[in-house]
């Protein structure tokens, strides 16, 4: 081989070489799995991310940067399919954070209001996908004859890939356990039970009605400031496993799932939630991420396809 013919050669391979290193680095990575996935799936994610940003209700500048700088890594690095987020600022918040996932969009986030003046809320719910999105919206709560809980629900209807069928998502944020009475305590739980009622409902009407043998499976997650732990005197959990939802820190020892961190007057304990139907039952799992981030630690659910087709 002549010294021309080698140069040329080698130019090529180099070439070849430095192609692939651009595509590679242009394709978005896919999501991180555990070794023991052995099958393609959707990996689902809820965090409730304390007043993002800022970590309070009134932060500003300085205070909200460095909290979005501390958490957009975190997020990228668990790298979800189907992201549900609670204690969102606005749409702007969570679509500059939804950014730093390869794919991952905004689906729809809340605008909730107060009940009693009409003041904007600041601790919206939002639901992000790099799933097909074929519908997204945001409820309020009704009022009852004597309750009006807060805030609302964000619901979306994600098609599973390769098929014509739906994953129907929900993020919620339950009424939190501040009080200052025993009836104020009582009223807490009485709320957090009527938001559960009108939730069922609304699903039993998008099932039966609106997306009729549409819809493959159910996912609720979120913050529900409840457990299963005889902690608090409301029927969430047992409401939402009568009405034929898996929950899916059912079988997980109580110190593997204390998602809030805990205060300075209460203990840590178990919070945030993922309840499913019609897609067998994943086991929910805690994610951990600095303190500096928020009160609250993500939590992850794995949905392989097989359990969405069958």
């Known amino acids: 081989m002549s010294q021309k013919t080698y140069l040329a050669l080698l130019f090529s391979l180099f070439s070849i070489f430095l192609f692939g290193c651009q595509a590679a680095a ?6 991180p799995a555990p070794a023991s996935r052995a099958e393609p799936g959707i990996s689902i994610v809820s965090w409730n991310i304390e007043w993002y940003p800022g970590m309070r209700r ?3 500048g300085e205070e909200m940067r ?8 975190v997020l990228a690095e668990i790298n979800p399919d189907i992201f549900l987020a609670q204690e969102m600022r606005d749409w702007q918040s969570f679509a500059e954070l939804t950014d730093v996932v390869p794919g991952l969009r905004p689906a729809v986030v809340s605008m909730f209001v107060s009940p009693q003046d ?3 809320w600041r601790q919206q719910v939002a639901i992000g996908s790099k799933l097909y999105t074929k519908a997204a919206w ?3 709560w009704r009022a009852g004859e004597d309750i009006h809980p807060r805030r609302g629900f964000t619901a979306a209807l ?5 098929t014509f069928r739906f994953l129907l998502v929900y993020s919620v944020h339950l009424k939190s356990n501040l009080s200052r009475s025993e009836e104020e305590r009582q009223r807490n739980y009485d709320t957090r039970d009527e938001s559960i ?3 069922l409902a609304h699903i039993r009407h998008m099932q039966d009605t609106v997306f009729p043998d549409r819809i493959a499976g159910v996912v609720v997650g979120g913050d529900f400031n409840t457990n299963q732990d005889g902690q608090f005197g409301d029927n969430v959990v047992s409401m939402m496993v009568e009405a034929g939802f898996f929950h899916t820190w059912s079988d997980v020892p109580r110190e593997e799932r204390l998602t809030w961190r805990g205060s300075d007057r209460f203990q840590p ?6 309840f499913t139907k019609g897609v067998g039952e994943p086991r929910a799992e805690m994610l951990e991420v600095p303190d500096d981030t928020s009160d609250h630690w993500p939590v992850r659910i794995f949905i392989p396809f097989s359990a969405l087709r069958e």
Do not use: C
Not at 269 to 274: E, I, N, P, R
């Open 58 to 60: 009134f932060a500003r």
């Open 118 to 120: 009409g003041s904007y």
């Open 158 to 162: 994600i098609r599973i890939p390769n």
């Open 269 to 274: 304990t178990t919070f945030d939630h993922f």
């Open 26 to 31: 242009q394709s978005p990575s896919p999501t």
């Open 138 to 140: 945001a409820e309020e």
């Open 66 to 73: 460095a909290h979005a700088e501390r958490v957009k890594p």
């Open 197 to 199: 009622r009108q939730l």
